[in-house]
């Protein structure tokens, strides 16, 4: 029986082997890391499947610190983070790391609030006190203050956050310690911190599950998920002072805006960045590759899909929830790309 | 578990060391299968002893009663993961073992054959059920459940004790404790059921022809001699509920706390692991997540330990009901 079930399947693997011969067998690419941009990223090596036959790209979302541990030792070929990598973990990669930023994503602050039907308008003061615990109450003077209008219950805030360690936690954390001093010094930003108040949810989807069924709560989520499933979300206030929907429009004025400052290593954060019309709570999304590839075949299909990802790839990033690079940062990479050696 | 009493129960027809050659090269095969049981044991429990190294040189033993977990300032106790994983197996084995247990009971004992057979076919079908699917119910329908009606019901009723105070938020100790409870019970249930359909019949005709009752029959003929065997499937449940994942994480509200109610957030040890493995991306938090593991390992071992000197105790005065 059970050789039976084994010859089974060893037949289809013979044949499938014979049926390609190791000539004409693609080169595989893979890489690792984040999770947070798997979607985009598994639609682009799909895509770009399509155009070039001479390679296939394997990507594993094990999460950015895994990315960067597995990229570091070398058991793949490019690396996925969504936050920077540190100076001290650049030291340990045995050569030269690129970041080239892919993609935006956004974060929103989705709410339930039984009996508020439009949009709410936060400050950034608000925000960072109802995460930190000072906030508590839904009618509370600081969020008050801008939804004049809005009869806000007078409720206590039920705060969720993500449990497991992501970059959307990240992203938000980097923007609170930005927006509330208090909360750099207490509580700081990283994939995972130590929150002060508020229930954990696992991923976006135990974060929306909470939101969605407890009255009363407030969660981040990733746009594209709050999107595709229809919470409200609120207008955040940006360094200019405006209440700003989060868009891809406004995501990626965000990143323009961070464009003045960015540094040639692209290793930047763009939350609250100054400038009109930006939504304040976004941030890149990296691939690392090393400068000084090994193998001439590898290396070359990676500058190519590099190339295409940022000229013909970047269209299916808005219908997927994550927002375009805007043309600046595109043509910063487009030089970086030539620092890249493959050996002939 | 089974196998202890059937071994005392064989006693010296026990097979001795024999001299044909194929029955020693059989001895010799089992017994490398279950040296290498142990070794895997050991190896585990050693590599998770390595790769821990810097959290446990940086905190030493006060790992083990530090609350803080604050993976942005490099501090990390293990109290609040301690707590949650003990508080939720408890509660689940308070809840399954008498549901698994009246279960195992009348399947073996009162129900028609044919209703039994296809009952104990539905709880073992609970046991192939995947976790993610517990958590993703636990979620949806559990969660508002409990927080709509349980846990009001509860504080309503029961509010005078610590356990049952304060907001009900649904996502917590309860409903974790809930969920493992469901999860557990096909160990138990399954397991007791064959061991009390091992009971000979002659224990119970002996009990009824003294003029038992049914009840009685069960409590002083069947009941002791499938004892140890009982024991065993609630000891397999512990160590599942000790060391469940997904399930527990998407329903226990992933707060390192200790708190006293059980309508309160908290976490679990294997909860964190699988939270927050994936991003941790310095090396002294990665240890100090493989330290919690290496604590989960300690603790599963410890109260195995402990079941086990408990159940050699509990087996002793049952000697004289044994043949």
């Keep these: 029986m059970i050789l039976k079930s084994l010859r089974m399947l060893l037949v289809p693997a013979a044949l499938f082997t014979v049926a390609l011969p190791a000539s004409a067998r693609p080169a595989l690419v893979n890489g690792a890391g984040a999770t947070f941009p798997y979607p985009i990223y598994s639609k682009w090596f799909a895509e770009y499947a399509k155009t070039d036959d001479k390679v296939n790209f394997n990507y594993q979302s094990i999460g950015s610190g895994g990315g960067i541990r597995q990229v570091t030792a070398g058991t793949v070929d490019f690396g996925a983070t969504d936050g920077p990598m540190s100076d001290d973990q650049l030291k340990q990669a045995p050569g030269e790391l690129i970041h080239f930023p892919t993609v935006l994503g956004g974060v929103v602050a989705v709410y339930n609030v039984p009996g508020v039907t439009g949009t709410l308008n936060l400050s950034q003061k608000a925000l960072a006190g109802i995460f930190i615990g000072r906030v508590t109450k839904w009618n509370d003077a600081a969020i008050a203050s801008a939804n004049s209008g809005v009869s806000l219950p007078p409720n206590d805030i039920i705060v969720v956050h993500r449990s497991d360690g992501s970059g959307t936690t990240f992203i938000w954390t980097d923007f609170l310690s930005k927006a509330s001093p208090e909360w750099s010094k207490q509580v700081g930003k990283g994939t995972s911190v130590n929150w002060p108040v508020g229930l954990g949810g696992k991923g976006n989807e135990g974060v929306t599950g909470l939101v969605k069924q407890t009255p009363h709560s407030i969660g981040y989520v990733e746009l594209g998920y709050a999107q595709h499933n229809k919470i409200p979300f609120a207008k955040i206030e940006n360094a200019a002072g405006e209440y700003v929907d989060c868009s891809q429009e406004s995501v990626t004025k965000a990143a323009a805006a961070a464009v003045a400052t960015m540094p040639a290593d692209f290793r930047v954060s763009i939350t609250n960045p100054a400038g009109s019309g930006v939504y304040p709570i976004a941030s890149f999304t990296w691939l690392l590759v090393y400068r000084q590839q090994k193998e001439a075949v590898k290396g070359a299909a990676l500058v190519r899909f590099l190339r295409w990802m940022l000229r013909d790839g970047q269209r299916f990033a808005g219908p997927l929830g994550y927002a375009p690079l805007p043309p600046e940062v595109i043509s910063l990479e487009e030089t970086a790309i030539e620092k890249i050696n493959v050996p002939s | ?323």
């Design chain 2, 1 to 323: 578990m089974r196998r202890s009493t059937s071994r005392r129960d064989r006693g010296s027809d026990r097979p001795r060391r024999s001299r044909n050659p194929s029955d020693r090269l059989f001895r010799g095969a089992t017994l490398g299968f279950a040296l290498a049981i142990l070794g895997l044991a050991l190896l585990v429990a050693w590599q998770l002893f390595i790769h821990s190294k810097l959290s446990r040189e940086q905190f030493g033993w006060s790992f083990l009663w530090t609350q803080t977990w604050d993976p942005v300032a490099g501090q990390f106790g293990a109290l609040p993961f301690i707590y949650g994983t003990l508080v939720t197996s408890v509660l689940a084995l308070v809840i399954a073992v008498p549901l698994g247990l009246g279960t195992a009971l009348f399947l073996a004992e009162l129900a028609p054959p044919r209703l039994s057979q296809w009952l104990a076919f539905m709880v073992e079908l609970l046991a192939a059920i995947p976790s993610v699917i517990y958590g993703l119910v636990g979620i949806f329908i559990v969660v508002p459940w409990v927080r709509v009606h349980l846990e009001p019901a509860l504080s309503g009723t029961l509010g005078f004790l610590p356990l049952f105070r304060g907001a009900p938020y649904g996502v917590g100790f309860l409903t974790a404790g809930l969920i493992l409870a469901v999860m557990v019970v096909p160990f138990i249930t399954s397991v007791s059921r064959e061991v009390l359909l091992a009971v000979p019949r002659v224990q119970r005709e002996a009990a009824l022809a003294l003029g038992a009752t049914r009840w009685e029959m069960l409590r002083m003929a069947v009941l002791p001699y499938a004892r140890s065997g009982i024991a065993g499937s609630i000891l397999l449940a512990l160590a599942r509920a000790l060391g469940e994942t997904m399930a527990v994480t998407m329903v226990i509200g992933n707060k390192p706390q200790i708190a006293a109610s059980l309508f309160e957030p908290g976490y679990t040890m294997p909860a964190v692991l699988a939270n927050e493995f994936t991003e941790a991306t310095d090396d002294l938090y990665l240890h100090a997540l493989i330290e919690i593991g290496l604590v989960l390992f300690v603790v599963t071992v410890l109260i195995n330990g402990i079941a086990r000197l408990m159940l050699m105790r509990l087996a002793v005065p049952a000697g004289p009901v044994k043949r």
